[in-house]
């Protein structure tokens, strides 16, 4: 099960996780954000990671320009894309892209393309994702867990749910390795992932 962890703003954080064991790190550039970096400071934390970390850009309403102009600058290998209404000019980006669907009690999984890694978070009409707000994970088909990457609510308490019963592609979260919105806890972000990695080396 792949890791990232979102809402990366200093390089002391991006290189702990790196550290510990994040697959992949999450860069907010929408500006309503109180994650949200700006370009220069993500090119100068992603200058100081390993070139296997895969860095993932995160975009609200973007432009195919504006996001091809960012990707160019700070090197993201990934653009996550929330709210992203113009499909039809998605070929034009200069780097592969993550659709994100917002999930509610009346979601149609079906629309979830069942051959395409997609993240799966929790609707919030205010917000768009880091809301900390958890939803009914086990309702995800079976047939799409694999390529699924969940968001909201996640933590170190139900970790080892996810791990053992979802068993989802990936996770993402932010919010509950945070001491306050936009400030990452080191204390909570090595014990989240001393309880990962025992599940990991357990599954080995």
Same mark, same amino acid.
């Given at each position: ?83 992203? /209404? ?23 999984y079906e629309t979830v393309h069942p051959d395409h890694i997609s993240l799966l ?36 308490? /139900? ?27 080191k204390d909570k972000i090595i014990s989240f992932f001393n309880t990962v990695n025992q599940l990991r080396s357990y599954k080995c």
């Amino acid at each position: 099960m792949k890791i990232k962890i979102c809402g990366i703003r200093d390089l002391e954080t991006a290189l702990l996780c790196e550290k510990l064991g994040a697959d992949a790190l999450g860069y907010i550039f929408y500006n309503n954000s109180k994650r949200f970096v700006s370009a220069e400071k993500c090119q100068y934390i992603n200058s100081k990671l390993s070139p296997f970390t895969l860095k993932v850009g995160v975009f609200v309403n973007s432009s195919v320009e504006e996001i091809n102009r960012i990707a160019k600058l700070t090197k993201i290998n990934l653009a996550q894309l929330h709210l992203h /209404n113009d499909y039809s000019n998605i070929n034009k980006l200069d780097i592969p892209h993550l659709r994100v669907y917002r999930v509610n009690d009346d979601f149609d999984y079906e629309t979830v393309h069942p051959d395409h890694i997609s993240l799966l978070d929790y609707f919030d009409n205010i917000s768009f994702g880091g809301s900390g707000v958890s939803w009914d994970w086990n309702r995800i088909p079976n047939k799409l867990r694999s390529k699924i990457i969940i968001a909201g609510g996640i933590s170190k308490e /139900n970790i080892e749910n996810i791990f053992i019963r979802i068993r989802p592609y990936g996770i993402d979260l932010s919010s509950s390795l945070e001491d306050q919105i936009g400030n990452k806890s080191k204390d909570k972000i090595i014990s989240f992932f001393n309880t990962v990695n025992q599940l990991r080396s357990y599954k080995c």
